[in-house]
């Protein structure tokens, strides 16, 4: 059993959501689509066993599957209710692991986990249940095998079951001997139709979906002579070279699955080739009805089974026999290599004569039979309320792995086992330089690849997605992947912190002081490309007195801004120039042809990051008066157009306080200091709607959390504006219209995210979580796409002389669409050329640092320079 600790709503003024709005039932439970693997079609209750939770008074949702050996209508004629969304159930079971992205947090689960030995491959679904506050039991043990249940199979597909994305299937089989029979003998236990090899094509387009249809393929339906494309039977017994087969055209295009009999030598046609499977699974693009619960096929041809055995044979690409424990494998024919993974593109290989299956549908009924006693204690259980006070059975208690965001203290030796096996891996080698990396976001792979230059450093990427540190692990050298959460586990953090010689932080900057503290006690360097926050500038003689360097603001911005500002500013000084004015704009943007939507913008860094900032206060000083923008909206409203690159049409608008640069640059001088954001013309418009209706919003929204029935956008909008949910679509509009001042752009902004219709809004705590999770679907780059970082600095100095020069500072870089992106090429590298030059020791300053001395500026621009980052510089004179 998965338990998940339900935090209390608080703080809900802003907020008119409320009580839940549905309590029509006891409780709500879901049985979730298996998807850990493909074969997985198991389902923990059979339909009876829904039928009797369901007359209880209880609901229960399914999800959709055309994979599950049960079909749906059976469970909904128990009572069950279809539905993709299953976030309403406060009890979700399942046969297998969820992958970690489909955890609803604040939910109990039931599951096999696979856990208990601390394996490797699940400690991050254990670190996912830990970090969202979910409980999980491991009581139930696999279900026997046996014999493969055809017939029944066969019922369903005559009562016309078959998922239409699959069907017609078509069966071919090769050769008349005792293989092919045999073979013949269990499909004929299907609604099975035989035709001739040359109605395959038709019956393959347009066959009924509630039988199955085979055809049995002898010599001379698809032999013939090179010459003239005759088959002669005597001939090809004596001369089979002079022979060539058609199957790969006229039968194998219109095949599902082949059932390979045939004796082959190498004198004889092959019936496959490597090229032909190549063309045969060019993928057919998928239809608009095709979705997760009911995907379409990619190709037609699915399986081949080469009962022959002979590899390299007949069927070219079957190089090598399957196993009994590994009966399956995936062939790839664009890398002409077989995966043991039987997920991904590629035809599904099996080469044994004897192929042992699941009964799923006697494994359900046994498996729900074991599970059903103990469903009617965990569909009460009350994820608030400790463990203890649960009135669970020894059985079910005994079994419960995590709650409230820990192991329970049967399991906590857990962790001991992972910390041991992490600790043994990044010990292995001696004498290198070891580097913890926080986070496995945009921009660790350049951090990454930098530092791995050299041979003699070892990463090790620590990140609450375990699978993007292995992704990011199998592509580097020297690459350790670990699975950390630092809110919630400070003591593996401390156990990493301590084991390494410097600790790179990509997390967001409210975790830094915690990390730096650990770094501190185990006297760790550190660099973050985050600002440097009062919590950090606390911790600044600590840090001295550990003598440690934690170096901060090594980023694009901050940090190459500072960098860039500080060159230009110490050497106008040393030139005997004074500052009047400095000018500081950075945006991260789609490149000009991505940039096809209402905002102009897509999400290269945290979408929720760049919502928040539209409501931030900003503070510049304009012609020595101090501007102060308020929290709340203003900021954009406070919109000027930025003309300095013309091409790009775009806007800024000012950044946090950038009064306190004047003291930090020692420009004391300058009338004028103002750092800002860049965007295309149009965003803070389209952004300002947003705001107006009250979208950009922190407060917690009950409506919303994941234990909430879902809520349409149209509903979450009246309840934003005060308008009744039922109020006529008309009415409704015309509330938001006047809203946002009847503003026809942002009216239509809002119709292109779709925020006007009666779509479900993505679960989350806040509607600016929300609304950042909206946003990010529709707005992250496709494949190909690439994004631009824009950095302008505009530098004013006045001469000895009386003249006005103004430095005019550009960088712009781009994106590559196979490689990185520019925001991570931009925040990534700083980072990493700070890490490097404290491993090297070049930069021996203790204490917190920031990038605005030339020890650090000037070999950080010129390695930067290196990787790619030019910047230009321009000046224009004023008498």
Known sequence: MLRLLRHQARGTRSCLCGQRRYEHHKRVMAIRREDINVWERRAPLAP??????????????????????????YYEKAGAIISEDISEASLIIGVKSPPEEKLYPR????????????????????????????????????????????????????????????GPVTFVFTGTGNVSKGAQDIINELPVEYVEPHELKDVSQTGDMSRVYATVLSRHHHLMRKSDGVYDPLEYEYHPELYTSHFRTSVAPYTTCLINGIYWD??????????????????????????????ELPHKLLAICDISADMGGSIEFMTECTSIDKPFCMYDADQHIDHDSVEGTGILMCSIDNLPAQLPIEATEYFGDRLFPYIWEMLPSDATRPLEEEDFSPQVRDAVITSEGKLTPKFEYIEDLRERSEQAKIMKRSGMKRVLLLGSGYVSGPVIEYLTRDPGTQITVASVLLTQAEELAGKYPNTIPVMLDVTSQEGHLESLVKDHDLVISMLPYGYHPVIAKHCINKKVNMVTASYLSPAMKDLQQSAEEAGITIVNEMGLDPGIDHMLAMECIDQA????????????????????????????????????????NTISPAIFLKDNEVV????????????????????????????????????????????????????????????????????????????????????????????????????????????????????????????????????????????????????????????????MIIMRNDVGLRHSTGELETKHISLVVYGDPNGYSAMAKTVGYPAAIAARMVLDGEIRTKGLVVPMTKDIYGPALKRLQEEGLKFTSKSTIQE
Not at 119 to 136: P, S, V, Y
């Open 573 to 612: 000084k040393a030139d005997g120039c004074t500052i009047e004015s400095y000018s500081s704009f950075c945006g991260g943007l789609p490149a000009p042809e991505c940039s096809d939507n209402p905002l102009r913008y897509k999400f290269s860094w945290s979408p929720y990051g760049v919502l928040l």
């Open 628 to 787: 102060s923008i308020p929290a709340g909206g203003t900021l954009m409203e406070s919109t000027a157009p930025m003309d300095f690159l013309p091409g790009f049409n775009l806007e800024g608008f000012p950044n946090r306080d950038s009064t306190k640069y004047s003291e930090q640059y020692g420009i004391e001088s300058a009338h004028t200091l103002i750092r800002g954001t860049l965007r295309f013309k149009g965003f803070s418009e389209a952004m300002s709607g947003f705001v107006k209706l009250g979208l950009i919003n922190t407060d917690p929204c009950p409506m919303l959390k994941h234990t909430s029935a879902p809520v349409s956008w149209k509903e979450l909008l009246c309840n934003q504006i005060g308008l009744h949910p039922s109020a006529s679509d008309k009415a409704f509009e015309g509330a938001v219209y006047d809203r946002i001042g009847q503003d026809p752009f942002k009216m239509e902004t809002l119709k292109w995210f779709g925020m006007l219709s009666k779509e479900a809004v993505p679960h989350a705590e806040t509607v600016l979580a929300s609304l950042a999770k909206h946003l990010e679907a529709r707005l992250s780059f496709d494949e190909g796409e690439r994004d």
């Open 266 to 295: 190498p004198q004889t046609p092959r019936l496959l080739r490597r090229l032909d499977a190549q063309r045969l699974l060019t993928h057919v693009k998928p239809s608009a009805a095709a979705t997760e619960g009911w995907p």
């Open 48 to 73: 009876r066993h829904v039928k009797e939770i369901v007359h209880a008074g209880h609901k229960v949702l399914v999800q959709p599957s055309n994979r599950r050996a049960i079909h749906e209508n």
């Open 107 to 166: 939910k109990t689960y039931a599951f096999f986990s696979h856990t208990i030995k601390a394996q490797e491959a699940n400690m991050a679904l254990l670190d996912d249940l830990l970090k969202k506050h979910i409980g999980m039991a491991h009581n139930y043990r696999n279900v026997s095998q046996a014999i493969q249940a055809v017939r029944d199979c066969g019922y369903e597909i005559s009562m016309g079951l078959m998922p239409k994305s699959i």
